[in-house]
């Protein structure tokens, strides 16, 4: 059974900083991409960043912004988030899509408010 936890959403003014983790438990391969997604009011989920095995990807949106971190032994995923504006408001879902078998594990979700 795979579980992913979030931790590290808040209320945090604008220009500010947030960390956001995932521990994952059940299954955690560095083949696996884990990432992150984030869904504003209204709006549809959309992914936020992502990585697998050395590569990186970013949402044209946060990138030079946010920074994805991954470490295998402990399989947790992190997301370094930088000069925050208010559009990056919304809940932050940590994500890990099985390389075998394509299924997407989702975590409970994390509040991100960003105040102007």
């Known amino acids: 059974q795979v579980q992913l936890v979030e931790s590290g959403g808040g209320l945090v003014q604008a220009g500010g900083s947030l960390t956001l983790s995932c521990a994952a438990s059940?299954?955690?391969?560095?083949?696996?991409?884990m990432g992150w997604y984030r869904q504003a009011p209204g709006k549809q989920r959309e992914l936020v960043a992502s990585?697998?095995?050395?590569?990186?990807n970013y949402a044209d949106s946060v990138k030079d912004r946010f920074t994805i971190s991954r470490d295998n032994a402990k399989n947790t995923v992190a997301l370094q988030m930088n000069s925050l504006k208010p559009e990056d408001t919304g809940v932050y879902y940590c994500?890990?899509?099985?390389?075998?078998?394509?299924?997407?594990?989702w975590g409970q979700g994390t509040q991100v408010t960003v105040s102007s």
């Open positions: 994500n890990l899509n099985c390389a075998f078998s394509g299924r997407n594990y």
């Open positions: 990585t697998r095995g050395i590569s990186t």
């Open positions: 059940g299954i955690s391969r560095s083949i696996d991409a």
